[in-house]
């Protein structure tokens, strides 16, 4: 449920917005109705609030303070003003603080109600493309990694308008300049980690181990894939390629207590001769 603050300094509009209007049946819930805005920044300070409905003419602080407070706290609270028609000269300043709505009084609970309504329609759209990016943020590491086993394997076509071909181009694989060469690297260790610690423990100190070497390639640039559990393919290209496996092999070396193999394959030209190299 999305949490709504109220604040109106006039107790019979404060009690009516409270009793009258559907707060559960929108999919909201109230957790606070104050009568001034002192009040409403202390529960802004303790509670989640995703929308604001305040009286713009209020005393000591005015609906238009607690609103820009409100917005330097949380900046994506949506505020819903009201106010009497004498006050309506406000509705431009209100409306440049990214007010969602200006329902006047004495106030309509259906016009309130349409408000709340559109607001909690843009809080769900916006949650939905939080989780749509945040499950492409999830998923591309995921995507990479099995495009470049295609790569390796030689499963892709570099056919331009086949979609593979268009997301290894859109990773930078296309354009990756010869000579090229595949690295690979195994653990060695792994097999005789589990009579010792257990399968639990021997798994965290694999994964441990395989961060290291993910951080460690991907800092020298490199574009690298998991091929198993315990082994790691990584493209060595360019001119620093001999420079860059050194580097590699130094930085495991140092910061890694296991035995780890590399596999080196020939030198190719191009990114369409890699499976060769592996």
């Known amino acids: 449920m999305y949490k709504v603050l109220l604040a109106d300094d006039e107790l019979l509009d404060l009690e009516g917005m409270k009793r009258f209007i559907p707060w559960q049946d929108l999919g909201l819930e109230v957790v606070g109705a104050v009568s001034n805005g002192f009040l409403a920044c202390e529960v802004l ?3 989640p609030v995703d929308i604001l409905v305040t009286d713009v003419n209020m005393p000591n602080m005015s609906g238009l303070e607690l609103a820009r407070i409100a917005i330097e706290r949380k900046p994506n609270v949506r505020i819903i003003f009201v106010s ?3 006050d309506f000269h406000y509705v431009r300043e209100a409306l440049s603080l990214k007010a969602c709505n200006y329902v006047l009084k004495p106030m309509d609970d259906e016009e309130l109600i349409a408000s ?6 843009e809080l769900k759209l916006e949650a939905r493309q939080r989780e749509a990016e945040e499950n492409y943020l999830r998923m591309k590491p995921m995507a990479k990694n099995d495009l470049l086993i295609r790569l390796l394997e030689g499963e ?27 690295a690979v ?26 961060k290291h070497i993910y951080e460690i390639i991907y800092s020298n640039g490199l574009h690298y894939c998991k091929l198993s559990r315990n082994r790691i393919a990584a493209l060595l290209h360019g001119e620093g390629r001999a420079r860059s496996l050194e580097e590699i092999r130094g930085s495991i070396d140092s910061t890694i207590s296991m035995s780890i193999t590399v596999g080196l394959g020939e030198e190719v030209l191009s990114p369409t001769q890699l499976p060769a190299s592996f």
């Open 84 to 86: 009497g028609y004498q």
């Open 185 to 210: 690297l195994e653990i060695d260790d792994f097999k005789w980690l589990r009579p010792e610690h257990g399968e639990e423990d021997a798994a965290q100190k694999l994964e441990m181990c395989l």
């Open 116 to 121: 709340l309504v559109a607001i909690t329609g």
């Open 45 to 47: 300070e303790q509670q």
């Open 156 to 182: 892709l076509s570099w056919d331009p308008a086949d979609s593979l071909t268009r997301l290894a181009s859109s990773y930078g694989l296309d354009s990756l300049k010869g000579p090229l060469r595949v």
